[in-house]
């Protein structure tokens, strides 16, 4: 993986006739947010390109511009350059087999998660950026694109909420950009939140509430969790989207050094979704490492493995006790 400047970036994206752009499996805001400002992009620059979510886009982000581009499917054919965003891990692209059909594609990256396995040629990974959709705010600015409403609206709400709207932070960097969105294209931080977290579902708030009384505290490990089984959100017609925010709701517990939600997806496969606080200052994402196909940020992390709600319950004590 070589670390490019953004100039030589935007020959490597010139040289190209034809992109696929791909975000991660699960796609969160930033994820979805970035994909859709890179294809607004290329639209305007007349690119031709194919932007993929292999998970789709969840209810909840189709407000953001630019979605109506995005797919769910492979392409049929090759490319000259696949741009990775937000991902990782390569797995995460969910491109395995398409990767196998044509092995010769150069990657091309844009992350801010730690360097793993990106399997990337190229690009830019910088834990140092909020969210990837600041990276490529950045790019487009040293290129000197000029960004229209609907990108500057695709890219605040990634920045916003990487950050926790600021929260997680510590570089004023993101809020200074957030600032000249504000003021060039009248962007609203409140009409932003009010689409992600203002249209929870009755069912859904009552369930949260059923998933948190069985909060509890694990002493080995010094830990908070809880846990909820697919099956449940099936009989009320919920999706784990619906469900968001539910994790953050333990992080702000004062017990523990970090909150474990654990999702049985189906019989024998689990979901675990990890956090901490700067306060707390424990690393999630090394913990969510151990278990093969987990990676993260510090404070925010997940993995997948087989098992039991049990079962995962004590790898997770056993791997957290010994530091
Ligand atoms: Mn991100």
Same mark, same amino acid.
């Given at each position: 993986?070589?670390?490019?400047?953004?100039?030589?970036?935007?020959?490597?994206?010139?040289?190209?006739?034809?992109?696929?752009?791909?975000?991660?499996?699960? @796609?969160?805001?930033?994820?979805?947010?970035?994909?859709?400002?890179?294809?607004?992009?290329?639209?305007?620059?007349?690119?031709?390109?194919?932007?993929?979510?292999?998970?789709?886009? *969840?209810?909840?982000?189709?407000?953001? &511009?630019?979605?109506?581009?995005?797919?769910?499917?492979? @392409?049929?054919? &090759?490319?000259?350059?696949?741009?990775? %965003?937000?991902?990782? !891990?390569?797995?995460? %692209?969910?491109?395995?087999?398409?990767?196998?059909? #044509? @092995?010769?594609?150069?990657?091309?990256?844009?992350?801010?998660? &730690?360097?793993?396995?990106?399997?990337?040629?190229?690009?830019?990974?910088?834990?140092? #950026? !909020?969210?990837?959709?600041?990276?490529?705010?950045?790019?487009?600015?040293?290129?000197?694109?000029?960004?229209?409403?609907?990108?500057?609206?695709?890219?605040?709400?990634?920045?916003?909420?990487?950050?926790?709207?600021?929260? #997680?932070?510590?570089? *004023? /960097? *993101?809020?200074?950009?957030?600032?000249?969105?504000?003021?060039?294209?009248?962007?609203? @931080?409140?009409?932003?939140?009010?689409?992600?977290?203002?249209?929870?579902?009755?069912?859904?708030?009552? =369930?949260?509430?059923?998933?948190?009384?069985?909060?509890?505290?694990?002493?080995?490990?010094?830990?908070? #969790?809880?846990?909820?089984?697919?099956?449940?959100?099936?009989?009320?017609? =919920?999706?784990?989207?619906?469900?968001?925010?539910?994790?953050?709701?333990?992080?702000?517990?004062?017990?523990?050094?970090?909150?474990?939600?654990?999702?049985?997806?189906?019989?024998?496969?689990?979901?675990?979704?990890?956090?901490?606080? *700067?306060?707390?200052?424990?690393?999630?994402?090394?913990?969510?490492?151990?278990?093969? !196909?987990?990676?993260?940020?510090?404070?925010?992390?997940?993995?997948?493995?087989?098992?039991?709600?049990?079962?995962? =319950? /004590? =790898?997770?004590?056993?791997?957290?006790?010994?530091?």
């Amino acid at each position: 993986m070589r670390n490019l400047s953004f100039k030589e970036i935007e020959k490597i994206i010139k040289e190209a006739k034809k992109i696929l752009v791909a975000t991660h499996q699960g @796609p969160d805001a930033d994820a979805i947010g970035s994909l859709a400002a890179l294809g607004m992009y290329f639209a305007k620059t007349k690119k031709q390109n194919y932007l993929l979510s292999i998970s789709g886009v *969840p209810e909840s982000l189709k407000f953001i &511009p630019g979605i109506r581009l995005i797919k769910s499917k492979h @392409p049929k054919m &090759p490319y000259d350059l696949i741009i990775g %965003l937000d991902y990782g !891990s390569e797995w995460r %692209l969910g491109l395995n087999s398409y990767f196998k059909k #044509y @092995p010769k594609i150069p990657i091309l990256i844009f992350d801010h998660h &730690p360097v793993a396995d990106q399997g990337a040629n190229f690009g830019v990974i910088d834990t140092t #950026y !909020s969210s990837t959709s600041e990276i490529i705010y950045d790019y487009l600015k040293t290129i000197k694109f000029k960004i229209d409403k609907n990108i500057a609206y695709a890219l605040a709400i990634g920045i916003l909420t990487d950050t926790g709207f600021f929260k #997680y932070t510590v570089s *004023p /960097k *993101p809020l200074e950009i957030l600032a000249e969105l504000m003021k060039e294209f009248k962007i609203k @931080p409140v009409e932003i939140d009010n689409a992600l977290s203002g249209q929870v579902k009755f069912e859904a708030l009552k =369930l949260s509430g059923k998933i948190l009384s069985r909060t509890k505290y694990k002493e080995k490990g010094n830990f908070v #969790y809880s846990w909820f089984k697919r099956k449940e959100l099936n009989k009320h017609h =919920l999706t784990t989207d619906d469900l968001r925010g539910l994790v953050e709701r333990l992080r702000n517990l004062k017990n523990g050094r970090f909150a474990l939600l654990i999702i049985e997806e189906r019989q024998n496969r689990i979901r675990g979704e990890l956090r901490s606080r *700067p306060d707390k200052n424990y690393n999630v994402a090394k913990l969510a490492q151990k278990f093969g !196909s987990g990676g993260g940020h510090k404070f925010a992390a997940g993995f997948r493995c087989k098992g039991t709600i049990d079962s995962v =319950l /004590k =790898l997770v004590s056993k791997y957290s006790a010994k530091r």
